[in-house]
Structures are given as C-alpha cells and as structure tokens.
C-alpha cells in the first residue's frame, strides 16, 4: 500500500478530500520524522511506537579492499507494533 492508497482509502472513509487528507499524514510523518531526529520517540496507543534505537561502535571489514574499518555509534528509527496490532495481523494469517 503506498501513501496515495492511504490518502484514497482515508478519503472514501471520513469523507474528507483528498487534499485535506494528504496535508493531514503528510504534516503526520513530517511530526514523527522531526520527533526521531530529535531523540523523541513517539507512542501510538494501540498502534505501536516509533523509536531511536542507538546502534555502538563496531568494527567491520570491507571484503574488496581486504581492510578493516570502524562504524561509529550512530542511531536509527526503528518502529515496535502494539501487542493488540501483533495480534491482529497474527489473526489474519490463519
């Protein structure tokens, strides 16, 4: 599903036009983008949480030059779904 399927499908549910419901997530993802970058993580009740996970120094080898070279500690975004969203898509696969 891409963000114009759920633009669409958000659309045909609420009523609400398209323009207004792509401002809507649109101005949704830019608010969690800004929330990550700034260490903040953001909790969805029933959804699951958008969180920084911190990632440490390792050392790693680049096969093709035969060396080895460190990978500072970094951070990444990671997303962790609710026990309920789990359960749910659990469900569906039976």
């Not at 009523?15 to 700034?38: H, I, P, R, W, Y």
């Not at 080895?68 to 749910?88: E, L, S, Y």
């Amino acid at each position: 599903m891409t963000k114009a399927d759920i633009v669409n499908e958000i659309a045909k549910n609420t009523g609400v036009d398209k323009a207004s419901v792509l401002a809507t997530v649109e101005s949704f993802m830019e608010v969690v983008k800004d929330s990550l970058a700034s260490n903040e993580n953001v909790y969805l009740r029933g959804f699951g949480s958008f969180i920084v996970k911190k990632r440490a120094e390792k050392t790693a080898r680049n096969i093709s030059k035969n060396t080895t070279i460190i990978i500072p500690a970094h951070n990444i975004p990671a997303f962790k779904p609710a026990k309920t969203f789990v359960a749910q898509v659990k469900d569906n696969n039976k």
